[in-house]
């Protein structure tokens, strides 16, 4: 995947702004910008980590293209580990694509996707979970995901693998060690201080691996059902949660006849909120077919919200729904505080930590139904929510597999099998956590990696 030659790119995103960047790296890039680019202070554009105004000129007419600021970044002190140039210049779609064009007509070529990223790994700038927390951070939606995307890219995981790894590779030496010195077992006492170093390790690669239960929904967003009969404010609730009228609110019953999808976050995660049809029993055809979708919707939801009418007793309406949504996949809410209450947590029969009480007409209550829900998602992971958290299947994938290779090491020393039956679950395990950071993938794995990058990056 790897060439040395010179690559270019647009690196700003499309349309129109102030400023627009194109960037090329590459050993001939200093050479193609002092073809094209004329310094205001006439000084030679190689001066590594200054910022040089001009001209961009096209070498084959003079014409002047814009005026841009030009940095040049000095191999390895650059973001690709080669040498780079950043050009500044107005962000107009016509003015990059020129200013591209005659850095390509100089020599370079037009990147691939990931590209520069990808060089950034080869030259070992950053591991391959840094890299994959590039595209996070481009991709961050909400303060929440771009701080998660920013401790990866600060290398948050790669951090805590190493001393794993090394912990492995010094159970491996010891093992390795017993098996080229046939005449010297294991000695009971050392296997018991190996186990026990395996045993730290095995817990804290769950520790990893249990944090991606919720760094999947933070990553991909969740579902979110708000479920409840005819008229007990569902869509009232709907609205507070989006911040804004969307879902008409009217006191006549069965109002919304259809579900409702809205994005949004909540507690900075990612959330597709359903506001589904008043669900009860009827013969009317058209609110029957949004019952079945609101049916639909409430099981494929990774959380309902079941809204109940404080101001009323349960009905059989209110009933059935609670028999229908799983206890573990819903949170209970007691809606219109505000007036006179008929329905209580102990007339429900609950644990009152299942039941939230509010109001969608003052706002009461709200934040602790955001906090519920973002407790419900995060699980074991609530208490340490700026922590280090996979969000990437592949990551998280690895490193069940290295725990199982662990785990039958650890069974396989605990009869005292052979060490080098041992051995090959060891280094099996050490080869699949190098798949994080890249140091054991294929080029193929690299190359499908990469490839969902902007091409400017």
Excluded: W
């Excluded at 009933?319 to 505080?337: A, Q, Y």
């Amino acid at each position: 995947m790897y060439s040395d030659d010179t690559i270019a790119a647009i690196s700003t995103p499309p349309g129109r702004g102030g400023i627009g960047v194109v960037r090329v790296s590459g050993p001939g890039s200093l050479e193609i910008a002092g073809a094209i680019f004329k310094p205001q202070s006439g000084a030679h554009p190689g001066e590594p980590n200054r910022a040089q105004f001009g001209r961009i000129i096209d070498p084959t007419t003079a014409e002047v293209i814009d005026e841009a600021v030009v940095t040049y970044f000095k191999t390895p002190h650059s973001y690709t580990g080669e040498d780079v140039v950043e050009i500044s210049c107005h962000g107009s779609p016509i003015i990059l694509g020129r200013v591209l064009q005659v850095a390509i007509d100089r020599g370079a070529r037009i990147a691939e996707p990931g590209e520069f990223t990808f060089r950034a790994f080869f030259n070992k700038r950053i591991d391959l979970a840094q890299a994959q927390a590039v595209r996070d951070v481009i991709n961050a939606q909400t303060d929440y995901q771009a701080r998660v995307a920013t401790k990866q890219l600060e290398g948050e995981l790669s951090k805590r693998l190493t001393p794993l790894k090394d912990a492995l590779i010094e159970v491996i030496v010891h093992l390795e060690s017993s098996v080229e010195f046939v005449e010297e077992d294991i000695s009971p006492e050392a296997v018991s201080t190996l186990l026990a170093k395996l045993d730290r390790v095995i817990d804290e690669l769950e520790a990893i691996a249990g944090s991606f239960s919720f760094g999947k929904y933070l990553k991909e967003g969740f579902d979110l059902a708000i479920v409840g009969r005819p008229n007990v404010g569902k869509s009232s609730i709907f609205n507070r949660l989006i911040g804004r009228d969307r879902a008409i609110v009217t006191e006549l019953p069965g109002t919304t006849r259809d579900a409702l999808y809205e994005t949004t976050s909540i507690n900075g995660v990612p959330v597709r909120l359903i506001d589904t049809a008043g669900i009860r029993e009827t013969v009317d055809v058209v609110e029957s077919i949004g019952i079945t979708r609101s049916r639909t919707a409430i099981a494929d939801a990774d959380i309902s919200l079941l809204i109940l009418d404080a101001s009323e007793l349960l009905t059989e309406d209110d009933i059935s729904l609670m028999n229908h949504v799983s206890r573990e996949r819903r949170i209970i809410v007691l809606n219109k505080i505000d007036l006179p209450q008929m329905l209580s947590l102990e007339s429900l029969s609950l644990d009152g930590g299942d039941v939230i009480s509010i109001s969608a007409l003052t706002g009461e209550g709200f934040r602790s139904v955001t906090e519920r829900i973002f407790t419900r998602l995060a699980g074991d992971a609530a208490a340490e929510r700026d922590g280090l958290m996979l969000t990437d299947a592949r990551q998280h994938a690895a490193v069940r597999k290295a725990i199982e290779k662990l785990c039958d090491a650890r069974d396989l020393m605990s009869r005292r099998e052979l060490e080098e039956i041992v051995l090959l679950r060891f280094r099996a395990a050490l080869t699949v956590l190098g798949e994080i950071t890249g140091e054991t993938l294929t080029e193929d794995i690299l190359s499908q990696i990469f490839s969902t990058f902007c091409i400017g990056k």
